[in-house]
């Protein structure tokens, strides 16, 4: 029989660019450093396998955010710590993974519009404002931010590494790693 904490989901919501992934790659490692199974659910990575049915359009993306919560369901119900790094722009949809989740950390990688759009990972930013695409979360797509995340990242006074210890020390402080937190309810 497993012994230990009780595995948890960590969610990072955010704007394009935001800095979800870069800062999930630096999570999980330091996670599985200290003995936990984590493992990168990444909403693009996940599009190119059980989502590449899937389109931006609202119906689109609550699905898609509706498997990966599945998903880290099963994960976290094993002991395991899913680190989703998901854009996620509805609340309901965040709610619904909470739900069906539980055991749920909401991470807000907090990066105002602006910084996103001159990172600009992918050129959609630069896509959508020339009219070539369509369905853009901050465009003209909505991103609702979280209103009571049990984590935010200031992304533009930390570096990724600094946010993933920050995000590894709120963990800490708030007894996820210790299995003494209380899930709050959707
Ligand atoms: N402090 C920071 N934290 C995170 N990322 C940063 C920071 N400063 C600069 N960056 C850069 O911002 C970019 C963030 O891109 P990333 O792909 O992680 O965003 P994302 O939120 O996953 O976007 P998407 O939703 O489009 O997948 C990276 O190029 C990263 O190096
Ligand atoms: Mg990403």
Redesign the pocket.
Known sequence: MRRGPPGFCIWLT???????????KELVPRLVERGWYADLL???EIRLGISSDLGFDRKSRETHASRVAFLSKLLARNGAIPVV?L?SPYRSSRDHARTTIGRFVEVY?N?PLMVCED?D??G?YKKARSGQIKEMTGVDDPYEAPEHPEIVVD??N???A??AAYILGELERQGWLSGTATPRPA
């Open positions: 955010g704007l394009p660019s935001a800095g979800k992934t870069t800062i999930g990444d909403g693009d790094t854009i990688v990066t990172r990972v992918k959609l992304t533009l930390l570096t990724p600094q946010s």
